[in-house]
């Protein structure tokens, strides 16, 4: 218990300390930000700080601080480190520099900025990277919450015809003005988001003693700790809640309506904090409640979902089932439909559709929602569909975070800012590009190697792109 309100403690002195340092480093001013310079009634519209906070973290969040760290802490509770020191000092700052680089050009997104930044092939490897993992994003969001409600329906309604409702919500959300559907309804998601959080560790914190939160070990607790090792499986299981790529495609949205940069560390940075705490609570949640990794891990094997819904309810009673059925259907639905909408952004982009020509949204939007069915279909009528759809996007969510942090790298470096400075993007860049490499040598959807080859390769990337980033930096500091 003492380790995870300590925990507690280090986000929000992140946030008030090292939150102040990333804005220092990137120099926000008085200059126009596009909601203000473009206003197009479509994407570029002004949004009030409290609402902008709120919608950006339920686009970031999603039910993925819930199930990534639910499946993180079946490693035990080492997994609070990765998330309170991840997320403060990786995820945190590759949001807000995410999302202010974008402000600083007319609210362009992560593809457009490799591009700038990381020159023209980049570019063009984040547009269809970036385009994937939105898709996979989407089709992930979907096929949760219609097996859920399939259970509750029955016959009635069957978790395809579900899918195809729900993709009938992502045509709108993804095509109306963002202040018509998502400004409404994601303002009071978030705070559902927020109230789940907050009920299930008070519940935890009042049960007297019930419930016990273990304090943090460097040991590996996961039922099969040779075969899964911490390195590199958690920081790849635990995205959303630490370092999430997934974010860098949502920042640009909320980039397009704040009407200040001095309010993108509360909105970008802050909204990282308040799902870092999420992903902490649910963390602790899972280990106190089932008593033991081992019993968490058992119980995953019926879904993610249907922990939610235990712990809930067994924390919290009938109280707690209303908001776990409400938070598992209605949050994965708000992290699906921005999505497809970022998708949509990146690809007016790519083709110089103007968007607020219906006809030209009509053109982007249903071809993705077409894919993006297609691939429900596969994770719905295959045992393993889900899994395997969910297994890709985790690495290239990490892969894309990656990028990302160089790209922040890369344009500090423009800058002229101090090598000091310029640590801040450069250091978790280099730490994320060893997680992926790793990663994807290693695992069973990648190419399988051992421990043994795959450590050293990873490192030896993260060294090389490293290797890279100071010659560049001394070129950089040549010209001063």
């Not at 994003?137 to 409702?165: D, E, H, I, K, Y």
């Not at 943090?216 to 630490?242: E, K, Q, R």
């Not at 290693?442 to 490192?459: D, K, R, V």
Request: proline share 4%; net charge positive.
């Amino acid at each position: 218990m003492i380790s995870f309100l300590l925990s507690l403690i280090v986000l929000l002195l992140g946030f008030l300390i090292y939150g102040r340092i990333t804005e220092r480093a990137f120099g926000p001013d008085g200059r126009q930000t596009p909601a203000v310079a473009i206003n197009d009634g479509v994407d570029c519209v002004p949004m009030k700080p409290w609402k902008a906070f709120l919608v950006q973290l339920l686009n970031i969040a999603g039910t993925g601080p819930i199930f990534g760290a639910l499946m993180g802490a079946c490693f035990g509770p080492v997994v609070f480190l990765w998330i309170v020191f991840g997320s403060i000092l990786g995820g945190a700052v590759h949001d807000y520099m995410s999302g202010m680089i974008s402000c600083r050009h007319q609210g362009a997104s992560i593809a457009e900025l490799s591009g700038l930044y990381l020159g023209n092939a980049a570019k063009w490897i984040m547009r269809i990277f970036s385009v994937i993992l939105l898709v996979l994003c989407g089709t992930v969001f979907v096929t949760s919450p219609a097996g859920l409600l399939a259970r509750f329906t029955g016959r009635a309604m069957n978790a395809t015809l579900w899918s195809v409702l729900i993709l009938a919500y992502y045509l709108l959300a993804t095509l109306l003005p963002i202040d018509k559907l998502i400004g409404k309804l994601y303002p009071a998601f978030g705070v559902l988001l927020i109230l789940m959080a907050v009920s299930v560790i008070g519940g935890i914190l009042s049960s007297g003693g019930r419930f016990s939160i273990p304090e943090v070990s460097l040991s590996n607790l996961y039922p099969d700790p040779a075969g899964t090792p911490i390195w590199p499986y958690m920081f790849i299981t635990v995205a959303c809640g630490a370092v999430s790529g997934f974010h860098a495609t949502q920042s640009p949205m909320i980039a397009k309506c704040i009407t200040s940069e001095k309010q993108g560390v509360s909105i970008f940075y802050g909204a990282m904090i308040a799902e870092a705490v999420i992903a902490l609570i649910w963390a602790a949640a899972g280990v106190a409640f089932y008593g033991s990794t081992q019993l968490l891990y058992d119980a995953l094997e019926s879904g993610a979902s249907n922990v939610v819904y235990e712990i809930s309810s067994g924390i919290l009673g009938p109280f707690g089932t209303f908001l776990a059925v409400a938070g598992v259907i209605i949050c994965p639905i708000t992290s699906g439909d921005t999505a497809f909408r970022s998708a949509r952004l990146i690809l007016a982009e790519t083709f110089h559709l103007n968007q607020k020509n219906m006809k030209n949204r009509l053109l982007v939007t249903i071809p993705l929602l077409v894919v993006g069915g297609l691939l429900t279909w596969f994770a719905t009528s295959n045992d393993s569909g889900f899994q395997t759809v969910w297994r890709y996007f985790s690495w290239s969510n990490q892969t894309l975070a990656m990028i990302a942090l160089w790209v922040a790298t890369a344009y500090l470096l423009k800058k002229g800012k101090k090598p000091i400075t310029t640590l801040l993007t450069a250091l978790p860049a280099v730490f994320m590009s060893a997680v992926s490499m790793t990663y994807i040598l290693m695992a069973e959807e990648g190419f399988g190697l051992s421990s043994g080859i795959a450590w050293p390769a990873g490192a030896v990337f993260a060294a090389v792109l490293f290797a890279v980033y100071l010659l560049q930096l001394k070129h950089t500091q040549a010209k001063v």
